[in-house]
């Protein structure tokens, strides 16, 4: 029973007619891949493409075999004929260009004369810009020399 005995000052309930949207807390979380790295050369190899769109391609299409940072212990690393390489080995960084890992990308690793394992994206060729972008990512996961020691799985030199 709503009280309305003692006056308009005192609380009386009513309920909201329209309580709107729950707050913010309680809504759902959907599970979105976040970007690895924010990093500012994506924003200029990229040209404009978004950094959660190339991070949930590194995600969902790359760090499966590379791992997350890309050091070559992703999930399914451990199943291919050739283990991918340590991307953060600042001696390979230092010793491809920009175009071989675009092209690795796009076409597969037996394009660029390596082994057969690594697929081609041919849907990426038609999107340079985010080409681009993932070239940028796979920089920025380089250690400079100082700090980086190489992984104790997989292939030592690599
Ligand atoms: C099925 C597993 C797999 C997936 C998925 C994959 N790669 Fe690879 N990647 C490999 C393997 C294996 C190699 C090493 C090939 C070799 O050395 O013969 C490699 C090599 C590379 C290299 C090094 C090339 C070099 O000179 O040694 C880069 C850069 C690279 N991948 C980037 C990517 C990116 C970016 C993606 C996502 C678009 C991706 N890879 C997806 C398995 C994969």
Known sequence: MLV???GPERPVYRPDPDPGPPPAAARPVTARARPVTAPAQVQ???????LTEVGEVWVTRCATCHGLQGRGDGTSAGIL??????LANPHWQGSVTDEHIARIIVEGSGAVGLSQTMPANPD???RPGLVGALVGLVRELKIPADRWTPMLVGPPSR
């Not at 200029?44 to 978004?50: A, C, D, F, N, Y």
């Not at 004929?81 to 340590?86: G, K, S, V």
């Open 81 to 86: 004929a050739t283990p991918p390489r340590d």
């Open 4 to 6: 309305t005995c003692c």
């Open 44 to 50: 200029t190899r990229g040209k404009g493409v978004g």
């Open 124 to 126: 990426l060729g038609l």
